[in-house]
């Protein structure tokens, strides 16, 4: 008796310890999958500068893999075939270690946009398969851990922006760029080591994109203009910041912080999600707290940048997450979660890449960013209407 208890507390104590590995792969998995994206905006007159790179084209730095994101996802289901889950995870994570570290030689204007596609892909490999990988193996506990994941997203973010400007400083902003690959490479030894043990799988397999499913093009729209703000002010909060006379390590901050006040709102809304199964209560506070802090971004951006700050990060930080978990929300098994998170993320980080480029054009024909924050409210009260039908036990249907 005591040897076999002794056995099954060894059993549980290992377990334990690969259930908390695997936990913390994933949340370092998501840190590494915006860097590349943040790091650029509070470099962006540094950038442009150097490589005589314009304000349209300069928006395609994180156009270019939005939108490839956006298509990977969409091909989620046939890549989960092709390279099951845990292989293509890390495929993907090894893909973005592969693209950050090439900014060093390549850092020009068409190397740095071609390492951002290349990116883009790394990082839809993994965020197309990662929820389907998350639903399959903490079925009771998917919504928390898909709370964890995307604040750990938001985390690198926060941490990219932050330390661009001072490391740039010290580093020159090629070497800073490249840097970024020296964490992802550790996300892909531990995400070997954590996963070894969970056989992997083929989770898109009898699942096809929903297509047909009015309520998926729904979700899918309403991610996209959700992420539409994200890419926005990831990408041009600095730089807009820098025309009113801040310092690029000024605006950096503020992007820092903001995205810090992403990181909170979504460890928040972790903790609180079971306690909301109507989303729409959680859902219609945030798009609210987004829109006051775009209204303090027209209205007076010099006066009100520390609540816009806030209002933002709060918002949008709790949006991404939540938007996730609302669309998890409408399937049960593994195999469905896959191809409509596929769907939802595909066609709506597509929706989501066009709103940097269009700033891009903005700035570049109006020398003002203030028409792009106007277009983002309007996108934010059509996402007001769209929560309103999110009622709690609807399942997605054909």
Same mark, same amino acid.
């Given at each position: 008796?005591?040897?076999?208890?002794? /056995?099954?507390?060894?059993?549980?104590?290992?377990?334990?310890?690969?259930?908390?590995?695997?936990?913390?792969?994933?949340?370092?998995?998501?840190?590494?999958?915006?860097?590349?994206?943040?790091?650029?905006?509070?470099?962006?007159?540094?950038?442009?500068?150097?490589?005589?790179?314009? /304000?349209?084209?300069?928006?395609?730095?994180?156009?270019?893999?939005?939108?490839?994101?956006?298509?990977?996802?969409?091909?989620?289901?046939?890549?989960?075939?092709?390279?099951?889950?845990?292989r293509g995870i890390g495929l993907? %994570?090894? %893909?973005?270690?592969?693209?950050?570290?090439?900014?060093?030689?390549?850092?020009?204007?068409?190397?740095?946009?071609?390492?951002?596609?290349?990116?883009?892909?790394?990082?839809?490999?993994?965020?197309?398969?990662?929820?389907?990988?998350?639903?399959?193996?903490?079925?009771?506990?998917? =919504?928390?851990?898909?709370?964890? &994941? !995307?604040?750990?997203?938001?985390?690198?973010?926060?941490?990219?922006?932050?330390?661009?400007?001072?490391?740039?400083?010290?580093?020159?902003?090629?070497?800073?760029?490249?840097?970024?690959?020296?964490?992802?490479?550790?996300?892909?030894?531990?995400?070997?080591?954590?996963?070894?043990?969970?056989r992997d799988v083929s989770a898109? !397999?009898?699942?096809?994109?929903?297509?047909?499913?009015?309520?998926?093009?729904?979700?899918?729209?309403?991610?996209?203009?959700? !992420?539409?703000? &994200?890419?926005?002010?990831?990408?041009?909060?600095?730089?807009? &910041?820098?025309?009113?006379?801040? /310092?690029?390590?000024?605006? =950096?901050?503020?992007?820092? =912080?903001?995205?810090?006040?992403?990181?909170?709102?979504?460890?928040?809304?972790?903790? %609180?999600?079971?306690?909301?199964?109507?989303?729409?209560?959680?859902?219609?506070?945030?798009?609210?707290?987004?829109?006051?802090?775009?209204?303090?971004?027209?209205?007076?951006?010099?006066?009100?940048? %520390?609540?816009?700050?806030?209002?933002?990060?709060?918002?949008?930080?709790?949006?991404?997450?939540?938007?996730?978990?609302?669309?998890?929300?409408?399937?049960?098994?593994?195999?469905?979660?896959?191809?409509?998170?596929?769907?939802?993320?595909?066609?709506? &980080?597509?929706?989501?890449?066009?709103?940097?480029?269009?700033?891009?054009?903005?700035?570049?024909?109006?020398? /003002?960013?203030?028409?792009?924050?106007?277009?983002?409210?309007?996108?934010?009260?059509?996402?007001?209407?769209?929560?309103?039908?999110?009622?709690?036990?609807?399942?997605?249907?054909?």
């Amino acid at each position: 008796m005591s040897t076999n208890s002794s /056995s099954t507390t060894v059993a549980a104590s290992t377990h334990t310890t690969s259930t908390a590995l695997l936990v913390a792969a994933i949340i370092l998995l998501g840190l590494n999958l915006r860097p590349i994206l943040a790091a650029i905006g509070p470099l962006l007159d540094s950038i442009q500068a150097a490589t005589g790179i314009s /304000s349209a084209d300069a928006g395609l730095l994180t156009t270019v893999p939005v939108f490839a994101m956006g298509m990977c996802a969409l091909l989620g289901a046939q890549l989960q075939k092709r390279l099951g889950v845990v292989r293509g995870i890390g495929l993907g %994570i090894a %893909i973005i270690t592969l693209a950050c570290a090439l900014r060093w030689p390549l850092h020009g204007s068409a190397g740095l946009i071609a390492t951002a596609a290349l990116g883009g892909l790394g990082i839809a490999l993994v965020q197309a398969l990662l929820p389907a990988f998350i639903k399959r193996h903490f079925p009771e506990r998917a =919504g928390q851990l898909m709370g964890f &994941y !995307t604040t750990g997203i938001m985390g690198g973010a926060a941490l990219a922006a932050a330390s661009a400007s001072p490391l740039a400083q010290a580093l020159g902003w090629q070497v800073l760029l490249a840097l970024w690959a020296l964490p992802a490479a550790a996300a892909a030894l531990l995400w070997r080591r954590a996963s070894a043990s969970r056989r992997d799988v083929s989770a898109g !397999t009898g699942a096809s994109l929903p297509v047909k499913a009015p309520r998926a093009w729904l979700l899918m729209v309403f991610f996209g203009i959700g !992420t539409g703000a &994200y890419t926005l002010v990831l990408a041009w909060l600095p730089p807009f &910041y820098t025309e009113l006379g801040w /310092s690029a390590a000024e605006s =950096g901050l503020l992007l820092g =912080g903001l995205t810090l006040m992403e990181v909170l709102a979504g460890l928040v809304v972790s903790s %609180i999600i079971n306690r909301f199964p109507d989303r729409r209560i959680l859902l219609l506070t945030v798009l609210l707290s987004v829109l006051g802090g775009l209204a303090c971004l027209i209205l007076a951006p010099a006066q009100l940048a %520390i609540p816009a700050m806030v209002l933002l990060g709060i918002g949008i930080g709790a949006l991404f997450p939540l938007s996730l978990i609302v669309s998890m929300d409408h399937v049960v098994d593994p195999a469905s979660a896959g191809a409509l998170l596929g769907f939802v993320q595909g066609g709506g &980080y597509i929706i989501a890449s066009a709103m940097p480029f269009i700033a891009g054009l903005i700035r570049q024909h109006s020398s /003002s960013l203030a028409q792009a924050w106007m277009v983002m409210a309007g996108g934010v009260l059509i996402l007001l209407l769209i929560a309103l039908r999110f009622r709690p036990g609807v399942r997605l249907a054909a």
